[in-house]
């Protein structure tokens, strides 16, 4: 049961192993890495995101609204003044949505089944927009190492 810092840590820690185990075999581009590593990090936190105290959560509430609210404001098609009004309007909508939210604490986000679909989505993407396939198994390494501090083995 770790907390934020304690989940990056053994995130970099089961990078750093994974990585000695296929030194031989894994040769990555200075990009890659650094994509590699930021997508780590993302994935050592990503379960938490169900955690309402939990500092990914609070990002992605903030983001979300703020998605929505610059969305709103570029995207329709009225005068300014009115968009500002629509834009405000979403930013409240979403953030009032997430915090009304009844989310439980290690529910879904802390397992197999999560783990599988996030890493499948992000490999499918990282090999779209990158051609490297090692970002998105970066994030499903950070989700698993999340897994096992928490020691947290569901299938849901």
Same mark, same amino acid.
């Given at each position: ?6 989940? +990056?840590? =053994?995130? =970099? ?52 609204? +703020? ?14 003044h009115v968009n500002f ?14 915090s009304s939210m009844r ?10 089944? =999560? ?27 950070? +989700? =698993?190492?999340h897994l096992l501090l ?7």
């Open positions: 049961m770790g907390d934020f810092h304690e989940h +990056i840590l =053994f995130g =970099f820690l089961t990078a750093s192993v994974v990585s000695f185990l296929l030194r031989g075999y894994l040769f990555l581009q200075p990009l890659e890495l650094t994509l590699s590593v930021i997508m780590l990090v993302v994935g050592s936190i990503l379960p938490d995101i169900d955690h309402k105290n939990s500092y990914v959560h609070r990002a992605a509430k903030a983001l979300a609204s +703020i998605g929505a609210a610059v969305l709103s404001l570029v995207l329709l098609p009225f005068p300014i009004v629509f834009s405000a309007a979403a930013f409240l909508l979403v953030y009032t949505s997430i989310i439980t604490h290690r529910g879904f986000t802390h397992s197999f089944s =999560f783990c599988s679909t996030v890493t499948s989505l992000t490999v499918i993407a990282s090999v779209y927009l990158y051609a490297s396939p090692v970002p998105g198994l970066a994030v499903g390494l950070g +989700i =698993f190492s928490d020691r947290e083995f569901k299938v849901k």
